[in-house]
Structures are given as C-alpha cells and as structure tokens.
C-alpha cells in the first residue's frame, strides 16, 4: 500500500512563498513519477506541476511556470513544490500524486495513488 503525506500549506499573503512537502512510503519511490494537482473550491482538479523518476525531466502548467518550482530527494522518498510570487487565484487544497512510470504524467487518472491534500490560501 503507497501513502502519501503532504505538508507546508497555510495561509500566505500575495507574493509570498510556500513550499509543500510529499512523503512517501510503501513503494519504490525510485521508480516512480510524482506529480502536483490541486482543486479551488467549485473547480476541477488541475495539473500543476510533475517531474519524473530521476529527477530529469519535470513540466508545469501555464499558470505557475515561472513561480513554481518542483524537486524531488530520493533518499528522503519526498517531492517538493516551491511556490514563489503566491497570487490569491493559487488558493486551492493541493494533492500529491504518484504512479509507477516514467516521464511526466500529466493528467490525473494517469496516477494511482493520491495523498489526502493541503489548503493553500492566499489573501490580498
């Protein structure tokens, strides 16, 4: 069984920063690509961000490139998302994803584990 864990969201004024945390656990985090999604309140899940097994190649939504960055520590079985230059539209609760491939999924039902989320809030 794969779980997901993710930290760092909160409460954050426009143009601050955040970073979320992904652990993972109960599989072969070496093998597998990671990605970022994230849901505002009456919208879709969305694609955010996703990067692949080693580390090599990531891609991001339109929305956040430029802003977001994300990394991944295969020793620590985490991925990361750094979130710069926050603007309110990115308030959203954010999810990790993982499914056992390469490249860079970037849809959700390519991913069949999910974590449980974390409220990212933006104020003016």
């Known amino acids: 069984q794969v779980q997901l864990v993710e930290s760092g969201g909160g409460l954050v004024q426009a143009g601050g920063s955040l970073r979320l945390s992904c652990a993972a656990s109960?599989?072969?985090?070496?093998?597998?690509?990671m990605g970022w999604f994230r849901q505002a309140p009456g919208k879709e899940r969305e694609f955010v961000s996703a990067i692949s097994w080693s580390g090599g190649r990531t891609d991001y939504a339109d929305s956040v490139k430029g802003r977001f960055t994300i990394s991944r520590d295969n020793a620590k079985n985490t991925v990361y998302l750094q979130m710069n230059s926050l603007k309110p539209e990115d308030t959203a609760v954010y999810y990790c994803?993982?499914?056992?491939?390469?490249?860079?999924?970037?849809?959700?039902?390519?991913?069949?584990?999910w974590g449980q989320g974390t409220q990212v809030t933006v104020s003016l």
């Open positions: 109960g599989r072969t985090f070496t093998s597998s690509a």
């Open positions: 994803a993982t499914v056992r491939r390469f490249g860079v999924p970037l849809t959700s039902y390519e991913y069949d584990y």
